[in-house]
């Protein structure tokens, strides 16, 4: 069984023209989506099906090996035709396996990284449903046309902290397998799961104006957006439990407490002080296994039994003489919030806590904790 990837892209646009093509970030449009489903380990095949020569040209220019070319047909390109048109059109000339996953990505949504679709791919199948869809959480009061309230009472007006929302289709990708697309004649069908992402993502680039704001976002969330690029950062430090180990508590007979560590991460701290970056632990717990793991590994600070983590990094910047714009924090519970708030670059494992996950900016690493998560962050950022 494998995972394919179809985007849509045809050259025809009204709000904007050459939207799929035209530069955003200094990337043209389509490369975003296209760059993070090339980075997705997961995803096997990448079909653009387009109907232009310059779509084309510009896309094979990006030189992802996994990417092909699909014409489709005049037909299936016009204002009118439907994306279940060209998914059925595709499914039909090529030879796919109806076991396959299929993902139906829009080149439109900028913002979808290659850890959205190793997360939402892993929720699908652990779900076993029929068919995912990606949403984003909008918290604002809906009312249908009669006055009537649709989504709150405005008797009890909750507060915004209290409010869970409305999720809403962000359009970003649909998930499926073949046999189900072919079956149903939809990207959706049967019992749907839902992944949700950030809010910002909902934002559709359809006049000017929104192209200006998914510009500014872009620079603000997006990892292979930002102007850093791990080139101001100073200094790296990372949680242990449930970022350096996979969150368990292992014991002997005996009573002695194991922890699992990955050596991957081990060299990913020696790659970083190779490079002029100073590394570091913050733990709340307090013990000798993770004393030595942090002498083994001869890292420059390693703080145990903290409470208040934002303190110890606020102090630690004052003394090294760094701003916290030039720290680098990998975190993945709830006592981590604070400090992936405050600094430059903000990341989390593939089993942070939902809490975390929501962190404005945070960069979702795509590695569950104790498997390679800082050696993954060195690869993005420094390597």
């Known amino acids: 069984m494998g995972v394919i990837a179809f985007v849509p892209a045809r050259s025809g646009s009204k709000g904007i023209k050459n939207k799929n093509i035209k530069e955003f970030n200094s990337k043209p449009l389509i490369y975003w989506v296209l760059k993070a489903l090339q980075d997705c380990n997961s995803v096997d095949q990448i079909y653009l099906a387009t109907d232009g020569d310059e779509i084309a040209t510009i896309a094979t220019k990006f030189g992802f090996d ?58 699908f199948e652990k779900d076993a449903s029929d068919s995912l869809l990606s949403v984003a959480r909008q918290k604002r009061f809906y009312w249908s046309k009669d006055g009537s309230p649709i989504n709150y009472n405005y008797k009890e007006r909750p507060r915004r902290q209290d409010f869970e929302g409305t999720l809403l289709e962000n359009g970003a990708f649909y998930i499926s397998k073949v046999d189900t697309i072919l079956k149903s004649k939809n990207r959706l069908s049967g019992e749907i799961s839902l992944y949700e992402m950030p809010a910002y993502t909902s934002l559709e680039l359809d006049e000017e104006e929104d192209w200006l704001i998914g510009e500014i976002l872009m620079k603000k969330y997006h990892p292979d957006s930002l102007s850093v690029k791990g080139s101001k950062i100073e200094l790296l430090l990372s949680d242990v439990d449930g970022v350096l180990t996979d969150a368990g508590m292992y014991y002997s007979e005996k009573g002695d407490e194991i922890k699992k560590f990955s050596t991957y991460d081990g060299m990913a701290f020696k790659l970083l002080k190779d490079a002029g970056i100073k590394v570091g632990i913050i733990t709340s717990e307090d013990c000798d296994l993770n004393r030595r ?32 714009d ?7 519970d709830l006592n981590d919030i604070e400090v992936l708030q405050k600094v430059g670059i903000a990341a989390c494992p593939a089993n942070a806590q939902k809490e975390v996950k929501s962190v404005a900016g945070i960069i979702h690493l795509g590695v569950a904790g104790g498997k390679g998560v800082v050696r993954c962050m060195y690869d993005r950022f420094f390597g």
């Open 66 to 123: 996994k990417l092909s070319i699909f014409y489709r047909n005049p037909e299936n390109a016009s204002d009118s035709a439907s994306t279940e048109s060209v998914m059925l059109e595709f499914l039909q000339k090529k030879t796919i396996q109806s076991e396959d996953t299929f993902i139906l990505v829009q080149a439109t949504s900028p913002f979808t990284t290659a850890a959205d679709f190793e997360q939402a791919l892993v929720l």
């Open 293 to 324: 793991r942090a002498e083994k590994l001869k890292l420059d600070y390693h703080f145990h039994g903290i409470k208040n983590k934002l303190e110890v990094v606020e102090s630690l910047i004052k003394e090294i003489g760094i701003s916290i």
């Open 326 to 332: 030039q720290v680098a924090y990998i975190g993945d």
